[in-house]
């Protein structure tokens, strides 16, 4: 538990991080789009989801319960709210881990209204036997709360107000398929594209009142790692830069300056993401080399090193993840300026194949590594 918690400390205090801070949600919400018209990007997600709310409405019943899954930062707490809003129905917001007894559960459900939305953030994080009672109010809007221990309990079935369940997921595999197969409609959310992030930050930048220009947004965007929460707080940071030095109108030379000046390089790299890659291209070559012994070169936890900077270096090709360890790619040189050695580890026949397995910390420890840990 203490290494998970050291990892979520990090994330929080990176200015790159797609996790939500308490002190943001304020910031965040005045510039949340009210209704699917104003929200950008997931065109495929929106289109599909705009049809299930308005064939709810012409039948005049609550709409199907909704999954959403996706990296964090895309905007799935922002869609909850939009369905509430398109719906006209209240919205309770709650989470999977503050609902770790059936009981929690219960006392939610039993004081929903006729048509409210409640939304489930990290649903996957949710007790099992709550889990449990979340089946049958889904599906029959019924749950049956047990009064009383041993040879005298007895159950009391309580009728629920028909409702919609919007849940939210980073991880959907871990969702176990009775629950998923409850939802009538599943979203997946994607990383969206330097120019979706272009129409985020000009709409942000409308509500803050801020002149740019269009290199400064296109600047800002592309080392917002596909991320809008990540954009709209790469964004306040220029804004802060500018009002400080006295300009008025901010331009990709503004936005560059900026954003150098908190360490998020041109590709949207921060300090943790450079160390690892720097460790790995100069001390050991390239690798191959195991997770815990990267992790030891950079003085990170092993955890951290693993889901705060892994997943955006794997998935920019900066990266890869082989049964023999970690390697790094001909990208990494390139991006730190350095020549490809001839013989480079993700050049090896042998490891080609393994670029795209995703090897967990033990795999690294089955087969060994050019550098033991």
Do not use: C
């Not at 003085?299 to 993840?321: H, I, K, Q």
């Amino acid at each position: 538990m203490a290494r998970e918690d050291g990892a979520a400390v990090n994330a929080r205090d990176r200015l790159v991080s797609p996790a939500d801070e308490p002190d943001e949600k304020q910031l965040e919400s005045a510039l949340r789009p009210a209704n699917l018209d104003e929200f950008v990007g997931q065109k495929r997600v929106r289109r599909q989801l705009s049809l299930v709310l308005e064939a709810s409405r012409l039948r005049g019943r609550s709409a199907d319960h909704v999954l959403l899954s996706g990296p964090p930062g895309l905007g799935k707490t922002t869609l909850a709210m939009i369905i509430a809003e398109e719906m006209g129905a209240p919205l309770r917001i709650s989470s999977g881990p503050a609902i770790q007894h059936a009981g929690d559960l219960a006392a939610i459900l039993s004081s929903l209204t006729e048509g409210e939305v409640l939304f489930l953030d990290e649903i996957h994080r949710m007790s099992r036997p709550a889990e449990e009672m979340l089946y049958m109010a889904m599906e029959d809007f019924r749950v049956d709360i047990v009064v009383g221990k041993g040879a005298g309990a007895t159950s009391i079935p309580l009728d629920l107000p028909p409702f919609t369940l919007v849940g939210a997921t980073t991880r959907a595999g871990l969702l176990p398929g009775p629950l998923r197969d409850r939802f009538g409609f599943t979203g997946h959310l994607e990383f969206y594209s330097v120019e979706e992030l272009e129409l985020v930050l000009r709409r942000s930048a409308g509500l803050m009142d801020l002149a740019m220009t269009a290199e400064g947004f296109t600047e800002v965007a592309s080392r917002s790692r596909g991320t809008p929460r990540i954009a709209n707080r790469l964004l306040r940071r220029v804004r802060d830069w500018a009002l400080v030095h006295g300009i008025d109108r901010i331009d990709a030379r503004t936005s560059s300056a900026a954003l150098d000046m908190y360490e998020v390089d041109a590709r949207g790299l921060d300090r943790l993401d450079r160390s690892v890659l720097e460790a790995l291209v100069t001390k050991f070559g390239g690798g191959p080399v195991g997770l815990s012994t990267l992790a030891i070169a950079v003085g990170e936890e092993t955890e951290t090193v693993e889901t705060v900077a892994e997943p955006y270096l794997v998935r920019e090709g900066l990266l890869g993840r082989t049964p023999r360890g970690r390697i790094a790619m001909a990208a990494a040189w390139d991006h730190l300026g350095l020549a490809v050695p001839e013989h480079a580890a993700f050049q090896d026949p042998g490891l080609r194949a393994a670029f795209g397995a995703a090897a967990s910390p033990a795999a690294d420890e089955d087969a060994p590594p050019l550098f033991e840990d």
